[in-house]
């Protein structure tokens, strides 16, 4: 397994970045967000730091994409952790033979400062999360204004 590491110092491709987004989109399932999403993580992970910026790193086998990390610096030292691991991802033929647990690893190796995700209550890799020392610190509440009648000014 190949492990490839990707910023905004790097030469990334629309192909590249296609294949990435797509690769995401299939394998991250019903934990998943729309292409257009995946794109603009990945894009924000492309942008010279501290403008934004982060990181991609994809493993994989031959020239196949076997799993994928996006990386976002949060800008937000000392009161929101630095990173946010926007999306991990396996191929889900490649499942439960330790390529989540080595991007995890890397990513870790790769970041400076604290790394905050999401992941659902029923997301197995939940269980991943917990044996690499991530807690559950705060319950998330998102509130949406999607949906949500303008008030008349007086």
Known sequence: MKINYYTCKDNFTTLERNKIVNFLFEHLGQYGDAKSAIRNAIDYALVPY???????????????IIGVVVMNHTGMA???????LVYIAVHQNMRGKGVGKKLMQEAIMMTKGDIALHVEPDNPARLLYERMNFTNKYHEMRFSKKGI???ATV
């Open 149 to 151: 009648p303008k008030k």
């Open 78 to 84: 000392e009161y929101i952790p630095e990173n946010i």
């Open 50 to 64: 501290p403008m934004a910026g982060g990181f991609i790193l994809t493993a994989s086998e031959e020239e196949d």
